[in-house]
């Protein structure tokens, strides 16, 4: 009886750990992505699960050129006193990405559109902590 309760037990934990141990694995489905030089997009940011606003990026020569916050408080230009446009460029997103596939506790999963630009990325840095989840949204881009 207590031979099967730890059999139990070694199969939830492989289980348990079987969706962490994609980001350690070869396939990488950023390599050879690239940033667009000049573009938009809408982006949608929750951390641990807490809607932190939707934005319009505009990026011209790899520089955020407008960032506006567009979500329930309406069309909101952020000057300074929000969030760093840079963290929400498809680079900085993505690079974000990378570094947790080489983080060894972190959890990743990232999608792309059929045009190849990333739709949907998430990050759990480390799953047994509560509150360091990341999720973007990527939606509307147009490549300029």
Known sequence: MMWARRGA???????AAAP???????DD???????PASYAATIRYQAY??????????????????FVRTDHRGDVPVDGRGPDPDYFT???????????RTHGESYGRI?????GMP????????????TDEQTWHISDIEIR
């Open 9 to 15: 037990v070694a199969v939830a934990l492989a289980v």
């Open 111 to 115: 999608e792309f559109d059929e045009q």
């Open 29 to 35: 489905p950023t390599q050879g992505w690239d940033e």
């Open 20 to 26: 962490l141990s994609g980001c350690g694995s070869s």
């Open 49 to 66: 699960d807490i809607d932190a606003g939707t934005y319009r990026i505009i990026v011209t020569d790899h520089v955020v050129t407008s």
């Open 90 to 100: 498809l680079r900085q997103i993505v690079g974000r990405y990378q570094a947790a």
């Open 119 to 130: 739709m949907f990325v998430t990050i759990d840095w480390e799953p047994y902590r509560i």
